[in-house]
């Protein structure tokens, strides 16, 4: 079965730095990638997805993500990081080759930059 | 981007209490999912749908039944709330391969 895994539950850096939050997937076809946002007390919204092609993908907000294939990763990046970027970030898989289309989502990390 | 609609936003019931979660989305999409957010968990699929009649199961679906009545309407049905399902609720549908969640409901059940 498939599954994302977001082994970092929270995450702390000071404003200006770069982030990097990681996610990795277990899925034995190529997977529809995504990231989401949460801010507190709000709904998810979509940041980003990685479907085929360019491994980098870029998405709303100035985060990109890269898409490793040979380590199952898709991390997501900002350089530099605003105090405003404070949120839950959830990664989520679609495994399309199934036709199923349940999506699958990692536990989220919570960041918080400090001002 | 969708505009997905969930009511009520906030419920508190009792054990055994009869609940349901309504969700609207005016796009037209065919397909529409029911999850639960629970601190250590994320999210995880309790059923979805991909039109009126149809209905699949998800990874948590014990103790819900749903319904899509509509294209535009998909309920989350509890009809004996425990404790257990103390949860954020969000809907969701998909356009293209993208999900576009509603804003959630809080179940409180006591």
């Known amino acids: 079965a498939q599954s994302v895994d977001q082994p970092d539950a929270h995450v702390t850096l000071s404003e200006g730095a770069s982030l990097e939050l990681r996610c990795s997937y277990s899925?034995?076809?190529?997977?529809?990638l995504f990231w989401y946002v949460q801010y507190p007390g709000q709904s998810l919204q979509f940041l980003l997805k990685?479907?085929?092609?360019?491994?980098v993908v870029k998405g709303t907000k100035g985060f990109e993500a890269e898409f490793r294939k040979s380590n199952s990763s898709f991390n997501l990046k900002k350089s530099p990081a605003h105090w405003s970027d404070s949120a839950k970030y959830f990664c989520a898989l679609a495994p399309v080759n199934t036709g199923n289309y349940k999506y699958v989502f990692g536990a989220g990390t919570r960041l918080k930059v400090i001002a | 981007e969708a505009a997905v609609t969930q009511s009520p936003r906030n419920k508190v019931t009792v054990t055994g209490g009869n609940v349901t979660l309504s969700c609207r989305q005016t796009?037209?999409?065919?397909?529409m999912y029911w999850y639960r957010q629970d601190t250590g968990h994320g999210l995880r699929l309790i059923h979805y749908s991909y039109g009126a009649g149809n209905l699949q199961i998800g990874d948590v679906p014990d103790g819900y039944k749903a319904t899509r009545t509509t294209q535009e309407d998909f309920f989350l049905l509890l009809e004996l709330a425990s404790p257990s399902q103390t949860s954020l609720y969000f809907c969701?549908?998909?356009?293209?391969?993208?999900?576009?969640f509603g804003e959630g409901s809080r179940l409180i059940v006591v």
């Open positions: 969701a549908s998909r356009a293209g391969n993208t999900l576009y």
């Open positions: 796009n037209s999409h065919n397909y």
């Open positions: 990685y479907i085929t092609g360019d491994t």
């Open positions: 899925y034995s076809a190529a997977p529809y």
